[in-house]
């Protein structure tokens, strides 16, 4: 009898144990890997503080290997808005990826002049759930494939300006969210 007990508790545990393995609502997504890649990239590059590293030229600002990020806030101390995240050379120095938030990604291939970064429209969405702004995106695929949508230019070491040869894109991108305006004038290094 008190093997059959012994038998059948080890049963359970196992069952639960492997259940427990099985379970897929714990793993990271790629958008979940990358922010917490960035975050202890930065918090590991405290040292080198980012306002102390002049960036001179638009190369500077891709192949920067601190993994900063350029965004504009908006608001006040306590209502601060936010607009989307550019990331160069994350993972991959011929392209940006642009963080809409921590669980919606997406890669856009870029190309350099002597002044100017282009951001190609091409996107690859790496998003946990069907944001708007991922619907706006798939809707807007083919229409601008291959085509500039996005040219900044370095203004300082601190500071992107940002122009939109498809202002429509740009309009109908940014109504996606209520609270927030993902493509701006500007966009600034994060000294937060």
Same mark, same amino acid.
């Given at each position: ?74 608001? +006040? ?52 759930? +069907? ?62």
């Amino acid at each position: 009898m008190k093997i059959k007990k012994v038998v059948t508790i080890l049963g359970f545990i196992f069952t639960i144990s492997l259940l427990t393995f099985c379970d897929n609502t714990n793993r990271k997504t790629d958008a979940e890997i990358k922010t917490e890649t960035i975050d202890s990239v930065s918090n590991k590059n405290e040292d080198f503080s980012i306002s102390n590293r002049k960036r001179k030229t638009i190369s500077d600002v891709v192949n920067n290997t601190y993994k900063s990020k350029w965004l504009n806030i908006s608001g +006040d101390t306590l209502n601060q808005i936010y607009s989307a995240f550019l990331h160069f050379n994350l993972e991959n120095k011929d392209e940006v990826d642009i963080e809409f938030s921590p669980e919606c990604w997406s890669s856009f291939p870029l190309t350099l002049t002597d002044s100017t970064i282009q951001v190609i429209w091409n996107p690859k969405i790496d998003s946990k759930y +069907d944001f708007e702004i991922v619907k706006k995106i798939k809707k807007n695929l083919t229409k601008y494939q291959n085509k500039t949508f996005i040219i900044l230019t370095l203004i300082n070491d601190t500071t992107l300006n940002a122009t939109y040869p498809y202002s429509s894109l740009i309009n109908e991108l940014n109504k996606s969210d209520k609270d927030r305006i993902f493509f701006t004038k500007s966009f600034n290094i994060d000294k937060r």
